[in-house]
Each structure stands twice: as C-alpha cells, then as structure tokens.
C-alpha cells in the first residue's frame, strides 16, 4: 500500500471520530514528509527500523509506514476502518440526494487543511460542490479573512476550479452576525460570493428580545442565503446552552427572505435542537444541511444532519443542497 495514502486515509478517519488536531496533524505533516523521499530509501529505512531517525516520524507513524512498503496495509488503519465500519448515523435516504456542502473551513481561517486538500476529500465522498466558507474578520481567535485575504483567497479558487473540473468550489464566507445585526465584511464583496452563511458567535447570552432584533436584522439582509447554527449551543463536555431569540419571529423571517436555517452536523452542536427544527419545519423555512467541516475527514458528517432532518419530516425539496451548483446558484441569485 502506499504510505502517503495510507497517512492520509488514518487522518481523515481520525477527523470523523473527532480526535484532537494535534494527532491528526502529525499524520499528515508524516504524509508531506514521506511524500518527498524515494521510495526505495523508504524501503530500506522501513528494514534498517530507522524510519523515526526521520523529523516528525514517532514509532505509531513508522510502523504504518513500514507495513505498507512492505507490501501490507496498516494495523493501524485497519482498526480504525473496524471500528468505524458501520455509517456515521442514519438518514440514508437523504443524504444520497445531497450534492454538496454549504458550510466548509480550510487552513485559510481556522480549518487544519488546504482548500484543495478539502475539495479532495468532498469529490472522494461523492459531492459535486462545496461551499469555503471561512470566517470573517472579527472573529480574530479564528483567524478570519480580512478583504483583501478573502479577495486572494477568490483567485486561489478560480484557479482550483479550473484544475478540479467538474467538481466546483463555491466562494463564500461565514460572515459574523454583529452586535446591531449588521455583518462583519465589506456589502461589495458579499455581493460576489456565492454562498454567504451569516452566524452569531459573540454575546451568545444577550436578551431575548436583543438577540432576536438582531438575528432578524441579518436575516433581511439580501446577502445572507444561510442562518448558520442559529442557538450556538454545545453538546459535548461542559457544553454550553442555547441562545434565547423569538423563534417564531425569526424562522418566519427566513421563510419570507429565502434565507435557510441550517442544520449544522458537527456532533458538538446538532443545531438547532429539535424543537426548533421542527418549528422551522411549522413556519415553512428551506434548509441547509451541513458539515462546518474543519477538516477533511469531517466532510463525512453530514448523515448526523441528515438523520435529525428526517425526524422532522423534511424531504430533499426544502434542502437547498440536494440542488446541482448552477441550479443552487439560479436559485439564490433569484432571491437577491
């Protein structure tokens, strides 16, 4: 088996049970490195057992190195394809009918990878799209995009778009929902993206009646096609509890606008709860079911999403990416 495949395979599978970054990270730093020595070297390194005489390659690395140039496939790959051999949760039948990824990072803000390594993996799961939506300035602990960084980051893509025909990368962005409900980028450039997801991740626990004026003042905005995980609650450790806003109010607002609610699938966050997706479902809203994939073996998240979706009764009709790239792009180009 080849070593840098099989590097990059355990990573990816070590980003869908969600173990730490630094773990995963040291795979793919492995992966680089390996990537760059003949393999014969490798060979003979793999049978002198000085592989870890290497920078950056530890004994766990080593072995899976030295098992797949001898002509095996890694122990440790192999465990990590049992345990999870069985789908990431259910949803089956809607999640075939999706065809992209609204809500992506990369290394560009604070995802772990590249924006090409990121379209691999979604082409490799069988999508046809996916939406980068990095961060936007304010959000400084995430390392968002300024004007100009997101200006660059629209030539990197129409270069990878050319390389990775027909699969495309759709230009976007996860745009702060500030204080006033105004958003955390420059109106002209929202306007050239493809996909804007507009979220709230500061002052989480302002007043109900704040923190609905201000959710509704972005949802009206004709650059938001996305509310992006609308309570910011966190389900995992100590967790952290749901914003309080008029429900009611605002998923009538999103109906109205066109604008989605998302259904964010990482497994910290599951949101909206299901009371409020169900409420959404009431109110006549459309959806988004998405990753916020930070790397690309969380790409593979989706059927998280998908399962709560079907518990609600939504069908792949209300789900604004079960649509191809330039059917999605007619239709929010039509609401604006």
């Not at 259904?263 to 079911?289: K, Q």
Request: glycine letters at 8%; one cysteine or more.
């Amino acid at each position: 088996m080849d070593p840098v495949a099989a590097l990059k395979q355990i990573a990816l599978y070590l980003e869908r049970a969600g173990e730490a970054t630094q773990k995963v990270r040291a795979f793919r730093r492995a992966a680089a490195k390996v990537a760059e020595i003949d393999p014969d070297e490798l060979t003979a390194r793999a049978t002198a057992g000085t592989l870890t005489d290497l920078p950056g390659i530890g004994n766990s690395i080593a072995l899976v190195i030295a098992e797949s140039v001898m002509g095996g496939e890694p122990s440790y790959l192999l465990n990590l394809m049992e345990k999870q051999s069985a789908p990431v949760a259910g949803g089956g039948a809607l999640r075939a009918a999706l065809r992209g990824d609204c809500h992506t990072h990369s290394d560009w803000s604070d995802g772990g990878s590249p924006i090409r390594e990121m379209a691999e993996a979604a082409i490799a799961l069988g999508h046809e799209w996916i939406a980068l939506t990095d961060h936007s300035p304010r959000l400084r602990v995430a390392n968002g995009l300024s004007a100009e960084r997101l200006r660059r980051q629209l030539e990197v893509v129409a270069e990878l778009n050319v390389e990775l025909a027909p699969f495309l990368i759709l230009t976007g962005i996860e745009v702060d929902i500030l204080l006033d409900g105004s958003l955390d980028q420059e109106p002209e450039l929202l306007a050239q993206l493809d996909v804007v997801v507009a979220s709230v991740h500061s002052k989480l626990r302002m007043p109900r009646a704040e923190m609905t004026e201000r959710m509704l003042t972005a949802v009206a905005n004709p650059h938001v096609d996305v509310l992006g995980h609308c309570t910011g609650r966190l389900v995992v450790g100590k967790g952290r509890p749901e914003s309080e806003f008029d429900a009611a109010a605002v998923f009538t607002a999103c109906a109205e606008h066109g604008v989605a609610v998302e259904i964010n699938s990482r497994p910290e966050r599951l949101d909206p709860p299901l009371r409020l997706l169900r409420a959404a479902v009431e109110h006549g809203c459309r959806f988004a079911i998405d990753t916020d994939a930070h790397a690309p073996g969380q790409l593979d998240w989706l059927p998280h999403g998908c399962e709560r979706a079907e518990l609600c009764g939504i069908g792949p009709e209300r789900v604004i990416n079960t649509k191809t790239a330039d059917d999605l792009l007619a239709d929010l180009a039509a609401r604006g």
